[in-house]
């Protein structure tokens, strides 16, 4: 299983080192030099009260065709722009929302996401 995730303040990547203990998957931040070879699943953040990052619009301006869902963290105090982000990448590349999370994601969320992606790939 391949996750490619974007993170900036911390959050999903707190959330990724979560899943890490849990899934020997691999677990690739995104940057500009990263090459992606397997298809996965994408997990970003909201920023700007509702908006996606620049850097995960980037990585799907060329990698978008490799995604498979996408997740987000976000903070409810955003009200219905909570994980915004998860919503317009589904909106504009058709990429299916798999899971929204606050922060950086409780222990549930984790085994949520796992529950998910486990169905997609009937594992």
């Known amino acids: ?69 996408v997740s987000s963290s976000g903070n409810r105090n955003w009200g219905q722009n909570f994980a915004r982000a998860a919503d317009l990448v589904s909106l504009k590349y058709q990429i299916p929302v798999s899971l929204k999370f606050e922060l950086s994601g409780t222990k549930k969320d984790v085994n949520n996401f796992i529950e998910i992606l486990e169905q997609i790939h009937d594992c």
């Open 1 to 69: 299983m391949w996750i490619y995730y974007d993170s900036k303040t911390g959050n999903v990547e707190r959330f990724m080192e979560k899943l890490r203990v849990l899934r020997d998957w691999n677990l690739q931040k995104i940057g500009p030099d990263l090459q992606v070879n397997h298809p996965g699943h994408l997990v970003t953040f909201t920023t700007r009260i509702g908006e996606i990052p620049e850097s995960t619009v980037q990585f799907l301006s060329t990698h978008a065709g490799n995604i498979m869902t």
